[in-house]
């Protein structure tokens, strides 16, 4: 019987382990990446809808940062409220360009959207966000698309120099067809970031601005 070099047995032997290996290879594709148009596909929420969340607001006049938590809900096409449920309860209406602030015990405020461009923007964005408007959404904003599809941030930058005065950016942050983070970075200020759905239930009793910022980011932060 003819024995093969010692060198012909290695190479036999690779050559076998990559045609066992070739299979495993084959079924870990490389995640797909996602695009604005295959992510508003999925964020598309017909009314009524609502989500909880939790949100941390950080202020050099406060100790710690305030942690809030509530719903938002859009009854209609037209309409957004946010109500907090604590540490306090506020409910914000937004509707044909008008905004209702009622908080508990208090008289309530209503005043224009016109009055506060930024917010009229995210008001704005919010509707076409959850609609799939992308036309409507870039006329607020220039968009830009990071990460894997089950991993990935939008930003919106503002276009409107009013806007941009008092706002730099909004980034949202999802895992999948989930939106789990908005961090909004205000020209001056801290940034705040929203939790919502599964970030906002893992959130649980969750206070420490570290822990919030690695719900944010750990389940949607691009890599």
């Not at 190479?11 to 290996?21: E, K, R, Y």
């Not at 719903?71 to 907090?84: G, I, K, M, S």
């Not at 937004?94 to 923007?121: D, Q, Y």
């Not at 904003?141 to 930003?155: E, F, N, V």
Request: hydrophobic residues 40%; glycine residues 8%.
């Amino acid at each position: 019987m003819t024995r093969l070099p010692s060198t012909m047995k290695t190479l036999g032997m690779v050559v076998l382990l990559q045609a066992m290996m070739a299979p495993l290879y084959a079924a870990s594709p490389e995640p797909a990446r996602a695009d604005s148009d295959w992510i508003l596909a999925r964020l598309v929420q017909p009314p009524p809808a609502r989500t909880s969340f939790v949100e941390l607001r950080g202020s050099k006049l406060l100790k710690k940062p305030l942690r809030l938590q509530g719903e938002y809900l859009r009854p209609d096409a037209d309409t957004l409220v946010r109500q907090v449920a604590a540490p306090y309860v506020e409910k914000t209406t937004i509707r044909a360009g008008e905004v209702e602030i009622a908080r508990e015990g208090k008289t309530p405020r209503r005043f224009s959207l016109a009055r506060v461009p930024e917010m009229a923007a995210l008001q704005a964005s919010f509707g076409a966000l959850l609609s799939g408007d992308r036309r409507l959404l870039e006329q607020h904003y220039r968009l830009d698309t990071q990460g894997t599809r089950q991993r990935w941030t939008l930003t919106l930058t503002p276009k409107d120099p009013l806007v941009l005065q008092k706002l730099e950016a909004v980034t949202l942050y999802g895992s999948g067809s989930e939106l789990r983070c908005i961090e909004t970075q205000p020209v001056n200020g801290e940034s705040q970031r929203t939790l919502l759905a599964g970030a906002a239930r893992a959130a649980g009793t969750v206070y420490a601005p570290g822990a919030l910022a690695t719900l944010c980011y750990g389940g949607a932060k691009a890599q």
